[in-house]
């Protein structure tokens, strides 16, 4: 066979419109409406489509929960709620003061050089009586009501399973994160979405105030 020489099929209905639409004008028109449908689809689902922000935000101290919270040989295997201490009982779950974390790293100053270096961040903090700035990973809008309490109650009694086994189902396998990232949409349409399958409010005042 001739190179070329092929049989010329006549468009289909589809291929012509597809032609159309990828005609050079059409192009920008094209790729503009993709942009366009991605941002919509990504700020109702909340998965961003293109622009991933996979690993979550670089913190102040690179404070592991794998080290603290894992429970593999060497890593302590702390309870959630050990730090989380208000997650059972209010609507934010709480992150530690820097006085919860010197119990131990008053003495425990680090083997490797990283966290040494870490670790004497925390202690300047001590020392200085300051807070540390932790970056916010998790976020629901103002307008938005958002209660830990009454999630942990409804799923340790319908599972019956610790407080901190629930976590998983919003949160991921924190305990594996080195550094914290969102793993779930937790938007609206998520929200809702387990709320129904759960027999639980969706009128909009449960969630909005
Ligand atoms: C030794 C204390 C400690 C333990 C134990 C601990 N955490 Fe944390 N957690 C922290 C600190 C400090 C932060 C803030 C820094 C960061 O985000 O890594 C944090 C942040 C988080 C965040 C992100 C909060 C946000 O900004 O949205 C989640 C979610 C979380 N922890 C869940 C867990 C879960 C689940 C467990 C149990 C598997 C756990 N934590 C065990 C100290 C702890
Ligand atoms: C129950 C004791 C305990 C508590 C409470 C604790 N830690 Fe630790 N932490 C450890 C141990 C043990 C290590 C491992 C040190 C090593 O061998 O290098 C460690 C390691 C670290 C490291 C170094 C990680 C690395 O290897 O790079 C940082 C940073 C750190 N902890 C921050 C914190 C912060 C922040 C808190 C409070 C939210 C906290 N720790 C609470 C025991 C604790
Ligand atoms: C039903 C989903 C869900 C479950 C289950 C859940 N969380 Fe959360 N978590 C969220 C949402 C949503 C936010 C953001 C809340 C906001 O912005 O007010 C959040 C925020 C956080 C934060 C940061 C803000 C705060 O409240 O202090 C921490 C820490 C946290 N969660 C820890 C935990 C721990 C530990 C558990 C398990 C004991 C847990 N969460 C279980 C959905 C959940
Ligand atoms: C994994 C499933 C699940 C997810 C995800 C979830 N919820 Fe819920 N939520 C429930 C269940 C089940 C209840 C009912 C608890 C009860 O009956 O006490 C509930 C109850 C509530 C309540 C009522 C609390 C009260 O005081 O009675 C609010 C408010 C709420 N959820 C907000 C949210 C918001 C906002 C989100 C998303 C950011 C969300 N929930 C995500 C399962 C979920
Ligand atoms: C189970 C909780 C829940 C219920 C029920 C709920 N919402 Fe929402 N809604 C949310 C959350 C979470 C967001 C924020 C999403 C985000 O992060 O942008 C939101 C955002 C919104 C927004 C802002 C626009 C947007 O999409 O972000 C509007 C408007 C809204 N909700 C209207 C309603 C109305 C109307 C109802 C009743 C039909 C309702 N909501 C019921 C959780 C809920």
């Known amino acids: ?4 020489d092929f049989q010329y099929k006549k468009p289909s209905g589809k291929q012509t419109l597809l032609m159309a639409v990828m005609g050079v004008g059409g192009l920008v028109g094209f790729v503009v409406t993709v942009l366009v449908l991605t941002f919509v689809v990504s700020a109702w689902v909340g998965q961003p489509v293109i622009f991933g ?3 979550g935000p670089v913190q102040p101290i690179a404070y592991p929960h794998t080290i603290h919270a894992g429970t593999g040989t060497g890593q302590l295997g702390l309870d959630c709620t050990f730090c989380h201490r208000n997650v059972t ?6 992150i530690p003061a820097v006085g919860l974390c010197l119990t131990c ?3 425990v100053g680090g083997t490797t050089e990283t966290a040494k270096a870490e670790i ?3 202690r ?3 020392e200085a009586g300051e807070a540390i700035d932790w970056v916010r990973v998790h976020r629901v809008p103002d307008h938005v009501h958002f209660v830990h309490e009454a999630h942990i109650k409804f799923f340790t009694e319908k599972d019956g399973i610790l407080p901190s086994a629930v976590c998983s189902t919003c949160h991921g396998n924190v305990a594996g994160m080195t550094q914290v990232a969102q793993v779930r949409s937790l938007k609206m349409s998520d929200c809702v979405d387990c709320h129904r399958d759960n027999g639980a409010p969706t009128d909009c005042t449960t969630c909005h105030y």
Not at 1 to 4: A, D, F, L, T, V
């Open 53 to 55: 922000n996979d690993d």
């Open 89 to 94: 009982v209010g609507a934010a779950a709480t």
């Open 105 to 107: 790293h008053k003495t």
């Open 1 to 4: 066979m001739i190179p070329g």
């Open 124 to 126: 300047a903090a001590d």
């Open 120 to 122: 004497n961040k925390l």
